[in-house]
């Protein structure tokens, strides 16, 4: 284990995986194109280009955050180069391919989704039917299937069974130097897909509902709740064995009759647990690195009383729009009820991933993250939407966009 601090990020979710280290009382070093305003003050930040890579110590250790399942070959190029904290390029490339998983939960008896890889009738075309691109995240390249017949694997696609209903994600430490590797369950947190912003893409991944108070998350009796979440345990330990995970990692899942049904599997750092680090009061990632004893750091605990239940959402553009200049995050952060647009590692924000002034958005891009906290999951959803649409009417006024919201858009 390298003798340093450092923890070198790129990809999605940047300034969430930035924060986690932070937490754990490392210092990140962050590839960011769009160099929030948000980043942790301490981060060494750039955009991404060779030269700066070149800069990076090779002792300097890499978490694989959101998209990396994707560059399988850079992915593997870093590892060749550097520690990483997480998977290799063949793990994620085995327990991302949705037909081995699928088998694999069957052998198990436990449940997951139908899938199969062309669009021809089946033994099973009863079903309702999404299709999901192999190489894309966040959920912008699911649509409902149609009735056309076409070869999915030689496009890049796949087709899963459709089922209506809340989407969550059950997230998980593996820990890097034991064998066999002990997992931990780390919590579970519910994902809001789609929004008012984004009418074209229902499927798209827009905010994380977390809790420290797992079953409350469903809304079931208290002992199928309980059990619900054993079962999650169970299948979140047989598939780190079984596929030799690494590091922080989750999987999606929805409820079919009660039970567990497996989505598919996130091998990396995902963007619901910085949601769940501020609910539970627990850095995953110093959970991760506690048997490296080599490895400097200061813990940092949180010992604050935190809200029953934290969420965050995703602001899109509805239109084309650009800040301005001189565009200032303050007043609207003051409305919500802060007092700085900067936060502390273990504070809850009021608004994050806060683009620079002249920053443009196209239609459908993420302008920033609305937070909210609430007594209960439904009381939280409430009150994301409330500020979701005070932080978007004063976006609409400060850029004169009369026409931005049409007000019978919801």
Same mark, same amino acid.
């Given at each position: ?11 999605f979710?940047? +300034? ?17 194109q ?14 991404? !280009? !060779? ?40 793990v994620?490339?085995?327990? +991302? ?36 691109s ?12 149609? &009735? ?9 696609f ?15 430490c ?40 797992n ?6 009796e ?18 780190a064995?079984?596929? &030799? ?21 996130n ?32 813990n ?5 009383? =935190? ?15 650009? %800040? ?15 007092l ?10 009021q ?7 002249? =920053? ?8 920033? !993250?609305v937070?909210?906290?609430? =007594? ?7 009150? %994301?939407?409330?500020?979701?649409l ?21």
């Amino acid at each position: 284990m390298a003798n340093s601090n450092e923890v070198l990020i790129d990809g999605f979710s940047t +300034r969430a995986a930035a924060w986690s280290v932070v937490r754990a009382g490392l210092s990140p070093v962050l590839f960011d194109q769009c160099l929030d305003l948000d980043l942790p003050s301490l981060a060494l930040k750039s955009e991404q !280009t !060779t030269e700066f890579w070149k800069k990076i110590p090779r002792s300097i250790p890499f978490l694989p955050i959101g998209g990396w399942e994707n560059r399988l070959e850079e992915l593997q190029q870093i590892a060749d180069q550097r520690p990483i904290w997480g998977n290799s390029a063949m793990v994620m490339q085995n327990i +991302r391919d949705p037909i081995s998983l699928q088998q694999t939960m069957k052998i198990w008896q436990y449940q997951s989704l139908e899938v199969r890889m062309s669009g021809r009738p089946d033994n099973v075309s009863q079903l309702k039917w999404i299709r999901k691109s192999r190489s894309a995240t966040g959920g912008f390249a699911i649509s409902l299937v149609s &009735d056309e017949i076409s070869d999915l694997e030689e496009n890049g696609f796949y087709e899963q069974e459709y089922i209506a209903g809340p989407v969550y994600s059950a997230q998980f430490c593996s820990f890097l130097n034991s064998q066999p590797q002990p997992t931990e369950f780390l919590g579970l947190t519910k994902q809001q897909t789609g929004c008012p912003e984004l009418p074209d893409f229902p499927f798209a991944y827009t905010g994380t509902i977390g809790t420290a108070r797992n079953e409350e998350l469903f809304e079931l009796e208290l002992s199928l709740a309980k059990r619900v979440v054993l079962e999650i345990q169970e299948i979140g330990l047989r598939l780190a064995q079984e596929y &030799d995970l690494r590091g922080l990692w989750g999987f999606d899942f929805i409820l079919k009759d009660d039970r567990p049904a497996v989505i598919e599997v996130n091998p990396r750092y995902t963007a619901a647990m910085e949601v769940l680090e501020l609910a539970t009061g627990e850095s995953f990632l110093d959970l991760l690195l506690a048997n490296s004893s080599s490895f400097m750091r200061t813990n940092f605990r949180n010992d604050s009383t =935190k809200p029953a239940v934290i969420g965050k959402a995703f602001l899109f553009a509805r239109s084309e729009l650009q %800040l301005s200049n001189n565009w200032n995050w303050l007043p609207i952060i003051q409305e919500l009820g802060g007092l700085s647009q900067n936060y502390s590692a273990w504070e809850i924000p009021q608004l994050s991933d806060l683009p620079q002034p002249g =920053k443009r958005f196209t239609t459908g891009e993420p302008i920033c !993250t609305v937070w909210a906290t609430g =007594k209960t999951i439904r009381n939280c959803e409430e009150q %994301l939407l409330r500020r979701k649409l005070l932080v978007e009417d004063w976006i609409m006024l400060q850029t004169n966009g009369a026409a931005y919201r049409a007000t019978d858009s919801f």
